[in-house]
């Protein structure tokens, strides 16, 4: 085989599953209206198909593509399951809302499985403008997807905002490009770290230009201070694809910020214990910032988006840490992305069942949720606690591990910080499970019958009867439908089985980090 | 292998297992049938609470050391996270108190009502985790259980709680459940920072681990300088102190048992807390002596400030949960102070106070509860001659008062009579004034006595019932075992010296 | 031939301007158009730093030129679906100017 | 005799026994009670005569090198604190010492208890708690028995303990009266003041010997291993705890109040008893006050101060029971003096004599108030016509106490005198005769008023007529009684091997009889007067106190008032200690969880919803933002790198 087949070979996939997003918009063509339902079980299929195939055919293998554009190896290879796996739930979640909400379904699935692949091409890219163009390919379906309620103000003013903000990064990221290129001469990862660490090159000029390249990456990823468009963006877009932008957007981001910085900063001994400190101050104020603002939200699709600026500087703080021979941090980076999406999957898969019957995305909202629809506050209680990174559920085993490898990369102050923050997470998340469990169901409040929240009480000694919120068949809920209840449920069992038996994941993990970041 | 045999092996994992098993199974029960709910939660605290005696008594004086080890291999290297599992002299009298109190939170959790499966779901759950947190012997899972302990508190206190109204000021049951929940996770905040320093030094040694063995082993050969230790110790000492009551963080404590329904105030004050001197033991003191030896002047300090300030704040309560809640801190501050002394008698009582203090605070939220639950009040200045209708009740709690305030005969006093003599040996001063604390103790205890149970009958509280059977089996057993631990402690006493001994062996 | 860093210095001024008119201007349109000019001083910098290269013997692949032939085509692009989204804006809310789109803050 | 720790061990099994298993039982428990104790009295004199028979080194007998005591010794492994073996471990006994000290404390204990358990059947009769009442009292039993015995500091403060809580259970054992609930409290409270000293002692003493053991203790106290200092340190902390149990100054103020609880229960554990722990206590740690030698000089002090102060009180006191009350703590003081004056077996002497009289003396109170229901002896008088028994026997009981001769009072309380009169300064066997004066005036002043005076019946509130103690009640009042009369003769040397008790129960050297004359007769001479004043004022009314109350009205004030011991304790309670409670609670709430804890986290709180209006909503700031950052990462680039 030639080379060029080799490597055309070597992307059977990615060709694969743009025909297939090709093919459900061909078949939202022909499809009468009512069996648009269709076509995200074909995506489904598709992308349930397409992960297996990848897996068998490319387990174990490591290649560089097109002069090392392109890297097909265990590391892509773990991101291009996770990021399939990710599609089928999130279009198993969107289903219904779809259905009920939104128009042309068959462009929703087709643009969001043009978007996978652009970030199964982000988890390959070797190179910046390669890097760029998935990164694109992603960015557009986004806002694309974000302004996909089309009569809704809000998803229009949050696809505006994104796309401006979107392009202006991209020009800011391109620029920084332009600086690494005028340069080093190349674009590739490796070539910026040798840049990097001849003194004879590195400049200014180069310098400049990475930073503006952090800052591009940084703006995807939602740090701080490049995160402004992520709550009006989170609030603003149709529910699942909030939880699209949340989950798997940002885990694309992430995983290519790891390669270009595990390929391309870390190798620069020189240099990189400066952008350390870069990223950790980024990762300071992301935990701080996202945290302390969610103290104040009031939308729960606001709430989240806050919530994941906290969680990227979790992030940050992992990628501060990496090291030469130090892949447990990238370990822990990976772990965190994957964890993280079990546990907002849960999240929102219910917070979707939520809207889907009453159309409500406030907190207050959630008043009497407990009584209301038991399942749904428990899937949304414990993935809340998750986030919180409480045990036995993910969320606490995916921050042990990641706050660790901070730790061990040398900068315990800001695993310190990780924690603090985490404690003030906590709060806001226990906000919301005081609506569903401890709030009475609103209308029901406070009657004789000791029902609702304690009575007003008169004597000066204390005297209070349990909330009680009845359980009337108007506030009730139904259960979420097969398709939600699917998801809820695999994410429940992701969530404590990560948080409970993380070995043979961690060992596939450990496989793909060792691609980008070799020995430990 | 025969089963005893296999039982034996499997003992730990079980007594961890089986709440938490029991936990998830509890959520199949029938929501149309609540006591079903219940009824199971029983059945599940009778198998710990039978391991629990099974690994008590299993375990060897003689011998000493880590009993009944058990590792599951988890993580590997870099991490090197293993579920091991083995209890001490310490560790066994605790896994005995948690199975005692947990079975007793379960069956006066009968009152419970509203969404009970919910309820014995968490509590089996907090059961579960404090397990954990007494049986394991890695950093890491010590943790997870300790987060797990804590986990369930917020929904238990948050949705079975009730709010007061004090005319001054008021506490909602969100109030308390919402600052017991963040002031826990803010100690484990220091908790953790702790324990990722001990990694990264463990790592810098060579040997990342999380394993406690291997890690105070280290701690010995001197891989952990003076000066690490000394900045770590205190955040396991405030970090872990915070859920022992270490003033000033206790107000989480008096505070959450006013909110918190009957049973979950029996395991926060008769377990939870101790967990907390349990962690200053473990980890505190185990994986770094030298920052122990060097900070325990201010804990003893501090512990001075709980005795004496929790009896005094807990003299001027109006109600009876805070009066109790206040004299737990107060109580705690004699665990804290015998911890502190570093003296093999001073900690052995710090740790028969543990299981002391954990059964006699148990039982008087025991019979609060059933006050509560009838009189809807537990105002001292309003209650009174409850005598007339709950004779049972107040029998119960005048032995249960009796103990708190020291009186020999009952577990209280040997357990206190050894804090004393331990710190009367290092820190004179400081035991010359935790002594008058016992004194301050009978004042409001027997105020409260004199207020609420014995006076006149009020036509008020005519109406009241005395305990149900449940209640006063449990309450008698809890008398029972106050006066079996008074008047012969040495079946408790030999276990604890023998862990006692080895912990204090590097000081 | 001219020193590389003249170029980098209009491409600078030009990014700078573009930068400017984000700041500056009300109307998503003109927005959208400072960007634009940002871009292209992406696509300068690119270029100069091709013949640049070249200049050092360090040019390969075209690179430089495809780099920017890329940017134009993706800007292109991107600026179409901004304009679509803008449209939709000005049908839903009769306005296009930014400092009337914020239903959503804080 | 090892099996001496039956004697408490009786009594112990019957508590559970009556509180389980008593209403039910025929006599509701109290027969069970009765037995133990009935038991306990017979095995008194099994191990009494076994001691006296017993061989020098053989059954943990020796003579202790201390004290100068023929002891025995017996224990079993109680706890072991620490890990045997290591250093600083420490092992506890339950053990008993069995020497005089110990025997005399159990036969008196064991027969007054008898006796006044036996009355009670009479006198409580119809009680609703009467099987609580009779628990209580096997509990008291018990423990005061195992007080006697114990053999190690930690076993006597346990015991010390439980009495004290058989005390205040006792006390307020009609605790719908809100008076017997205070006087319970206050009781527990006081006495326990004093067991902080006491326990501080013990650890002391620990802290210096390295062991609990009293034998152990003393030897060093004996061969100056425990040197003067602590030896005062230690002597003075235990007497705080004997001081508290023996209600002396200034912690006296809980013995009158304690008249609350039924009269048996007064007889019994404060007069006769439990209030002797003190004076116990001293006795048997007075190895370690010889070795200080100042500790006894304040033990004498307190004792003639707490003596004085008390019969003063006594004097003008109008209710029966605090009158015997009073003069409880009076004579109290006068065993602290004896003991302080080196009068080792005059004070345990005047211990016994004491304590029958004492508890005559109630009981024949009780038989008086369970038949008039009245306590005011202003409203008593002439009840020696209906009561004559009571009369009869309470006057034995007076009579002995205010020191008439060849009563048992007479003998013990000239004992005391003579021990201070050769040990101590002059001014003490001055004020000391002084309080043998008032003690004769007021115990003569009550027995005439209540018995002789005139009949006032103005103030008898019940229908029925007045009668005489019934036999349960009786009998036990005319074996008391006999006692009192009699039990002086103990201390004479008779014809045989006897004596005298000075042969039996003495500290370091045999103590024979001995009678300083001129004392014997001064006070003999002071009682006399006395009574016969006492006559004169209250029978024949030939004298009115009129002129003497108008003359020293302000003193009498005081006095009445109880020197304002009562008020200056209330006002430390009230503006002391709860203001410091109530004061601490309110810092905790207001400033510690208001200010501390609230308090961050609402900054916290305002920080995240001032920070969020940063999010302004306006694309261009989103975009400033942005910049700024840019400009940020450059300008710290260009400092790092520059």
């Known amino acids: ?520 | 292998m025969d089963f005893f045999t296999a039982i034996e092996q499997s003992a730990l994992f079980l007594i961890v297992l089986a709440p938490i098993a029991g936990a998830l199974l509890t959520m199949f029960t029938s929501r149309e049938r609540p006591q079903d709910a219940w009824h199971f939660a029983i059945l599940v605290s009778a198998i710990t609470l039978a391991l629990s005696i099974f690994i008590f008594v299993q375990y060897d004086f003689r011998a000493g050391g880590y009993q009944l080890t058990h590792i599951f291999r988890w993580l590997g290297y870099p991490l090197d996270i293993n579920l091991s599992l083995g209890v001490d002299g310490i560790a066994a009298p605790l896994v005995l108190l948690n199975g005692i109190i947990l079975f007793g939170g379960v069956l006066v959790a009968q009152t419970i009502k509203r969404r009970s499966r919910d309820f014995f779901v968490l509590l089996l759950a907090l059961g579960g985790g404090v397990f954990g947190v007494f049986v394991v012997r890695d950093l890491f899972f010590l943790f997870f259980f300790y987060e797990l302990a804590v986990l369930p508190m917020y929904l238990l206190i948050g949705v079975w709680g009730s709010s007061t109204d004090f005319g001054t000021f008021r506490r909602t049951k969100e109030y308390g459940a919402m600052k017991l929940m963040l002031f826990l996770v803010a100690g484990s905040v220091l908790i953790w920072v702790g324990i990722l320093a001990l990694y990264v030094q463990a790592w810098k040694a060579g040997a990342p681990t999380f394993d406690m063995s291997t890690l105070a082993e280290m701690a010995q050969r001197g891989d952990f300088s003076e000066g690490l230790q000394r900045w770590v110790f205190p955040l396991f000492m405030i970090g872990f102190g915070v859920l022992a009551g270490l003033w000033p963080f206790h107000t989480w404590s008096p505070d959450g048992h006013v909110a918190a329904p009957t049973a979950v105030s029996m395991l926060h004050a008769g377990v939870l807390m101790k967990l907390g001197a349990y962690g200053i033991i473990r980890v505190g003191m185990e994986l770094t002596p030298a920052g122990a030896e060097a900070w325990m002047p201010v804990l003893i300090g501090l512990g001075t400030v709980n005795v004496l300030y929790g009896a005094f704040s807990a003299m001027s309560q109006g109600d009876l949960k805070y009066v109790i809640g206040y004299s737990s801190v107060s109580h705690m501050g004699y665990v804290i102070m015998g911890i502190a002394t570093l003296h093999p008698i001073g900690v052995g009582g710090a740790v028969l106070q543990m299981f002391s203090h954990g059964i006699m605070t148990a039982l008087m939220f025991v019979l609060v509860g059933a006050i509560y639950d009838r009189a809807h009040i537990r105002d001292i200045n309003v209650l009174n001659g409850l005598v007339k209708r709950m004779g049972a009740a107040t029998f119960f709690f005048a032995i249960a008062g009796l103990a708190s305030l020291g009186l020999p005969g009952l577990s209280g006093f040997v357990a206190e009579f050894m804090v004393f003599t331990g710190a009367f040996k290092e820190y004179l001063p400081l035991a010359v004034l935790a002594v008058a604390g016992a004194a301050v103790t009978a004042v409001y205890i027997l105020r409260l006595l004199a207020r609420s149970f014995f006076g006149e009958a009020d036509p008020r509280w005519a109406h009241l019932t005395d305990l149900s059977p449940v209640e006063k089996g449990v309450a008698g057993a809890f008398v029972l075992i106050l006066i079996a631990v008074g008047v012969w402690p040495e079946p408790l006493l030999r276990v604890i010296n023998t862990g006692v001994a080895s912990l204090l062996k590097v000081f | 031939m001219a020193p590389l860093v003249y170029f980098q210095i209009l491409s600078a001024a030009l990014f700078v301007i573009g930068l400017y008119g984000v700041l500056a201007r009300r109307s998503a349109v003109l927005v959208v158009m400072s960007i634009e000019l940002m871009l292209n001083a992406v696509n300068i910098n690119l270029i100069a730093a091709a013949s640049h290269l070249e200049g050092q013997g360090r040019f390969l692949n075209f690179d430089g030129h495809i780099i920017a032939i890329f940017v134009i085509t993706i800007a292109a692009a991107e600026i179409g679906l901004a304009l679509a989204i803008i449209l939709r804006m000005y049908r839903n809310r009769a306005t296009v100017d930014v400092d009337e789109i914020n239903l959503m803050k804080w | 005799m090892e099996w001496a720790w039956l004697i408490p061990v009786f009594s112990f099994v019957a508590f559970p026994l009556i509180v389980l298993f008593g209403k039910p039982l025929p006599g509701k428990g109290a027969p069970i009670a009765i037995l133990a104790i009935g038991g306990g009295f017979v095995l008194f004199w099994v191990a009494l005569l076994g001691y006296l028979n017993v061989v020098p080194g053989v059954n943990n007998c020796f003579t202790s090198s201390a004290t100068g005591v023929f002891t025995c010794d017996y224990r079993i492994s109680w706890f072991h604190a620490g890990l045997p073996g290591l250093e600083d471990s420490v092992e506890l006994a339950w053990g008993m010492i069995i020497d005089p000290l110990a025997l005399v404390m159990l036969g008196m204990v064991t027969f007054v208890a008898l006796m006044v358990q036996i009355y009670s059947l009479g006198y409580m009769k119809g009680d609703p708690r009467f099987s609580w009442y009779y628990a209580y009292h096997a509990l008291f039993a018990a423990a005061m028995l195992t007080l006697a015995l114990a053999d190690n500091f930690l076993l006597l403060y346990v015991a010390w303990e439980l009495v004290g809580v058989c005390s205040y259970l006792l006390i307020g054992f009609w605790y719908e009266r809100p008076a017997a609930r205070n006087a319970a409290k206050k009781a527990f409270i006081v006495t326990r003041l004093g067991d902080v000293g006491m326990l501080l002692g013990i650890l002391l003493l620990w802290r210096e010997v390295g062991s609990f053991s009293m034998l152990d203790a003393f030897e060093a106290a004996h061969n100056g291993v425990l040197n003067q200092g602590a030896a005062t340190a230690a002597g003075l902390l235990l007497f705080l705890g004997a001081m508290g149990k023996s209600a002396q100054f200034p912690f006296h103020v809980w013995l009158p109040d304690a008249m609350e609880g039924p009269t048996p229960v007064s007889a019994l554990i404060h007069a006769a008893t439990m209030v002797a722990a003190g004076v116990y206590l001293v006795a048997r740690a007075y190895p370690i006050f010889m070795a200080s030698g100042d500790a006894l000089l304040v033990v004498a002090v307190i004792g003639l101060i707490t003596a004085l102060l008390a019969s003063t009180i006594a004097l003008a006191s109008t209710d029966l029971k605090r009158i015997l009350a009073y003069s409880t703590i009076s004579h109290l003081g006068l065993m602290m003096l004896s003991l302080g004056a080196l009068g080792y077996t005059a004070a345990l002497f005047h211990l016994m004599a004491h304590g029958f009289s004492k508890a005559l003396l109630f009981l024949g109170a009780g038989s008086v108030l369970h038949s008039t229901e009245e306590q005011d002896i202003r409203n008593m008088g002439g009840l020696r016509k209906p009561m004559p028994l009571t009369a009869f026997l309470f006057s034995l009981g007076a009579l002995s106490l205010g020191g008439i001769p060849i009563l048992a009072g007479f003998w013990s309380k000239d004992e005391v005198l003579s021990a201070v009169s050769h040990n101590m300064n002059p001014i003490f066997i001055v004020l000391a005769l002084f309080t043998a004066l008032l003690s004769a005036l007021y115990m003569a002043r009550a027995m005439f008023v209540v018995f002789f005076g005139p009949a006032r019946t103005h103030g008898h509130r019940h229908s029925h007529p007045i009668h005489d103690a019934q036999l349960s009640m009786a009998a036990p009042m005319l074996l008391l009684g006999v006692l009192a009369a009699g039990f002086g003769l103990i201390s004479f040397n008779w014809p045989g091997s006897y004596q005298g008790i000075g042969s039996f129960l003495f500290f370091k050297e045999h103590e024979g009889f001995h009678i300083t004359w001129w004392i014997a007769i001064v006070s003999t001479l002071l009682a006399l007067a006395a009574f016969f004043a006492a006559y004169l004022v209250y029978v024949r009314q030939r004298i009115s106190l009129e002129g003497a109350r108008t003359a020293f009205a302000p003193l009498i004030r005081v006095v009445e008032n109880k020197y304002y011991m009562d008020h200056l304790y209330q006002w430390l309670v009230d503006r002391v200690v709860l203001v410091a409670s109530a004061a601490i609670a309110l810092v905790d709430r207001a400033v510690v969880n208001d200010v501390g804890v609230n308090g961050p986290a609402e900054v916290v709180g305002r920080v995240g919803i001032a920070m969020r209006r940063h999010v302004t909503g306006h694309l261009y700031s989103y975009a400033l933002v942005m910049t700024l950052g840019l400009i940020g990462l450059a300008i710290f680039w260009w400092l790092r790198a520059g």
């Not at chain 1, 990615?14 to 093919?23: K, N, R, S, T």
């Not at chain 1, 923050?421 to 609103?442: A, C």
């Not at chain 1, 204390?462 to 139904?478: D, N, P």
């Not at chain 1, 980090?513 to 430990?520: A, E, F, K």
Request: aromatic share 10%.
């Open chain 1, 1 to 520: 085989m030639s080379t060029v087949t080799e490597n055309l070979y070597l992307l059977t996939p990615e060709f694969l599953l743009a025909a297939l997003a090709l093919l459900v918009f061909a078949l939202d063509l022909v499809l009468p209206e009512s069996r648009k339902t269709w076509l995200a079980w074909i995506g489904m299929a598709g992308l349930t198909a397409l992960a297996i195939f990848s897996v068998r055919m490319l387990a174990g293998r490591t290649e560089s593509l097109y002069g090392g554009l392109l890297a097909v190896d265990q590391f892509s290879l773990f991101f291009k399951v996770f990021f399939m796996g990710l599609g089928v739930f999130i279009i198993l979640s969107s289903v219904d809302f779809v259905k009920q909400h939104l128009s042309h379904p068959g462009e929703f699935y087709g643009i969001l499985l043009f978007s996978i692949l652009g970030m199964n091409m982000m988890a390959q890219a070797r190179e910046l403008v390669t890097a760029y163009i998935a990164l694109e390919l992603l960015s557009f379906s986004l806002y694309v997807l974000t302004a996909y309620a089309r009569g809704n103000p809000k998803s229009n003013e949050a696809a505006l905002k994104y796309i401006i903000i979107g392009a202006f990064s991209t020009a800011v990221l391109l620029y920084g490009i332009s600086m690494i290129y005028s340069v080093a001469g190349s674009t590739h990862f490796d070539a910026l770290a040798e840049t990097l660490s001849s003194p004879g090159q590195a400049g200014p000029v180069l310098w400049v230009g990475v930073a503006f390249l952090v800052a591009g990456l940084g703006f995807k990823l939602a740090a701080v201070p490049f995160h402004m468009w992520a709550p009006d963006v989170y609030e603003g877009a149709p529910l699942p694809v909030t939880a699209y932008l949340a989950i798997a957007s940002k885990a694309g981001a992430a995983a290519l910020a790891l390669r270009l910085i595990s390929e391309g900063l870390v190798p620069a001994r020189e240099v990189w214990p400066h952008w350390q400190i870069i990223l950790a101050a980024l990762a300071a104020a992301s935990m701080l910032v996202g945290n302390l603002v969610a103290l104040a939200q009031r939308n729960l699709k606001r709430l989240m988006a806050y919530s994941s600026i906290g969680h990227v500087g979790y992030l940050l703080a992992g990628m501060a840490a990496l090291n030469i021979g130090g892949g447990m941090a990238a370990n822990g980076i990976i772990f965190y992305l994957v964890g993280y999406a079990a546990t907002s999957l849960v999240v929102f898969a219910a917070l979707i069942s939520f809207f889907n019957q009453t159309g409500q995305e406030e907190i207050a909202d959630l008043a009497g949720l407990a009584d209301r629809q038991p399942l749904l506050a428990a899937a949304i209680a414990i993935g809340l606690f998750s986030l919180a990174g409480l045990p036995i559920f993910a969320g606490f085993t995916i921050k042990f591990y990641l706050f660790a490898a901070v730790a061990q990369g040398g900068f315990l102050w800001l695993a310190g910080l990780a924690i603090f923050s985490s404690l003030i997470s906590l709060y806001y998340y226990l906000q919301v499970i005081r609506q569903m469990y401890i709030q009475p169901v609103p209308g029901t409040a406070p009657d004789a019958s000791g029902h609702g929240e304690e009575p007003s009480h008169t004597a000066s000694h204390g005297q209070a009867v349990a909330g009680h919120a009845s359980e009337t068949a108007a506030a009730a809920l139904r259960t979420p439908t097969g398709m939600l209840l699917a998801v809820v449920v695999a994410g429940l069992v992701a969530v404590l089985a990560l948080g409970v038996y993380p070995g043979p994941l961690l060992e596939a993990i450990e496989r793909a980090s060792q691609v980008i970041l070799p020995g430990i």
